[in-house]
């Protein structure tokens, strides 16, 4: 599914109020009876209703499911895109969209514009086109599915990244700026850097490698373990090296050695506290991935071994009492919310957006998600703790962590 925000100029109010009562009505319908729908959207007068139906399933924001029991229509990919934009414009967050700059498998990265001019990122998480790739195989699983709808743990997902990114950033790690989330997106800062994975060398691998272990070993610090560190979620940064101004570089690698490179960490959903039960298998996943990449690519290995789980260990003892994992839990994203959204992308294969997706893989998404609405509707009522998101949504917006201590 892409994002395509042409249509949102030629929707009324009218029509983002029915979008709003399909979205609310989908927290117990996998299909949203349309008496309901005109409910809940408090318009007067079903022709109103009707019109702003069908100017939605043209637009392919709500979608009619074929076999269903009774008339009704379910929220597309694109329906919950449209509120979550809507939302950000009335903010004055968001002024245009842009174009699309990654995908990953559970996510996608597009450029958008504040009203000032100046470039902005908004991630759009889409954990449920992963299980829409077993629709074919499986029409029974979003059916049975017992951790909850795409539309709850993307919300919950988007709520995770920019609560730690929040955290870390108020504590000094260099993490792109958090701005705004509202539903399944988030707005950030854009980084001017490239992802570690399309630099093809480094003046100094053992340097990079050096501040990349660090990093693993500060967010320990924290109480932290980031559980997705490779080379698809570090940017790299240049920036000029103050000890080299005047210095004209007379070859690329002069130049090369007059430049700084400063890592940047992104993408947070798979984070993990380090009183997780898998806490030491995520924290040497991480490290394993670097000294691999780094050996891989760089032809680099490092003559000093570790870090290891208790080297984390040490220096969370050596900070007591600053623990982001529990002022992050503390300000509105709860453990229980934690369990249910790593439930579910262990259900459905969510590993991280490290290796991207090729063509192939999309256009069979797209395939499955159209062909899915002629799936049979059920009525099992799902997402019975949607309503307390919004409470919870709230506090986060509000998050104050506590002033970083000496590095």
């Given amino acids: 599914m892409k994002l395509d925000a042409k249509a949102i100029r030629y929707l009324t109010s009218e029509d983002f109020k029915v979008l709003a009562a399909v979205e609310a009505g989908s927290r117990n319908h996998e299909v949203v009876p349309t008496p309901l729908i005109s409910q809940l959207s408090g318009l007067r007068?079903?022709?109103?209703?009707?019109?702003?139906?069908?100017?939605?399933?043209?637009?392919?924001?709500?979608?009619?499911?074929?076999?269903?029991?009774?008339?009704?229509?379910?929220?597309?990919?694109?329906?919950?895109?449209?509120?979550?934009?809507?939302?950000?414009?009335?903010?004055?967050?968001?002024?245009?969209?842009?174009?699309?700059?990654g995908v990953g498998k559970e996510s996608d990265i597009i450029v958008v514009a504040h009203?000032?001019?100046?470039?902005?990122?908004?991630?759009?998480?889409?954990?449920?086109?992963?299980?829409?790739r077993t629709v074919k195989t499986n029409r029974d699983y979003l059916r049975h599915r017992h951790t909850g709808s795409w539309m709850y743990m993307s919300r919950l997902a988007a709520m995770k990244e920019f609560a730690f990114m929040k955290a870390l950033r108020e504590n000094g790690f260099s993490v792109p700026e958090p701005i705004a989330q509202n539903r399944h997106t988030i707005v950030?800062?854009?980084?001017?850097?490239?992802?570690?994975?399309?630099?093809?060398?480094?003046p100094e691998p053992a340097a990079?490698?050096?501040?990349?272990?660090?990093?693993?070993?500060?967010?320990?610090?924290?109480?932290?373990?980031?559980?997705?560190?490779?080379?698809?979620?570090?940017?790299?940064?240049?920036?000029?090296?103050p000890s080299a101004k005047g210095k004209a570089p007379a070859t690329e690698e002069e130049e090369d050695e007059n430049l700084r490179l400063v890592p940047v960490l992104i993408d947070f959903p798979q984070m993990v506290s380090v009183d997780h039960a898998n806490a030491e298998m995520y924290f040497d996943r991480d490290v394993e991935c670097i000294k691999r990449y780094f050996k891989r690519k760089f032809h680099f290995v490092s003559d000093i071994p570790g870090p290891s789980f208790a080297d984390a260990r040490k220096k969370l003892?050596?900070?007591?009492?600053?623990?982001?994992?529990?002022?992050?839990?503390?300000?509105?994203?709860?453990?229980k919310m934690a369990r249910e959204l790593e439930a579910?992308?262990?259900?459905?294969g969510a590993t991280g957006d490290g290796e991207g997706r090729d063509d192939e893989d999309e256009d069979d998404e797209e395939e499955e998600e159209s062909g899915s609405e002629e799936e049979e509707a059920d009525d099992t009522p799902e997402n019975k703790d949607s309503g307390d998101i919004d409470d919870s949504t709230k506090r986060l917006e509000e998050l104050r962590v506590s002033e970083s201590s000496a590095q």
Wanted: charged share 25%; glycine share 8%.
């Fill in 317 to 335: 003892l050596k900070n007591p009492g600053k623990r982001l994992d529990v002022e992050v839990e503390a300000s509105g994203f709860s453990r």
């Fill in 115 to 132: 009203s000032s001019g100046a470039q902005r990122i908004l991630k759009i998480h889409r954990l449920g086109r992963i299980s829409f």
């Fill in 45 to 101: 007068g079903g022709s109103g209703v009707n019109r702003a139906i069908s100017n939605l399933a043209k637009t392919n924001l709500i979608a009619k499911v074929k076999n269903a029991k009774y008339d009704g229509y379910r929220l597309a990919y694109g329906g919950l895109d449209y509120l979550a934009l809507n939302a950000h414009q009335k903010q004055k967050v968001v002024y245009s969209v842009g174009n699309q700059v």
């Fill in 188 to 202: 950030m800062s854009l980084i001017d850097a490239f992802p570690l994975r399309q630099i093809s060398r480094v």
């Fill in 208 to 241: 990079l490698y050096s501040e990349l272990m660090d990093m693993i070993l500060e967010l320990a610090r924290f109480g932290l373990i980031h559980g997705d560190f490779n080379e698809f979620n570090i940017l790299i940064k240049e920036e000029q090296d």
């Fill in 344 to 348: 579910y992308m262990k259900d459905v």
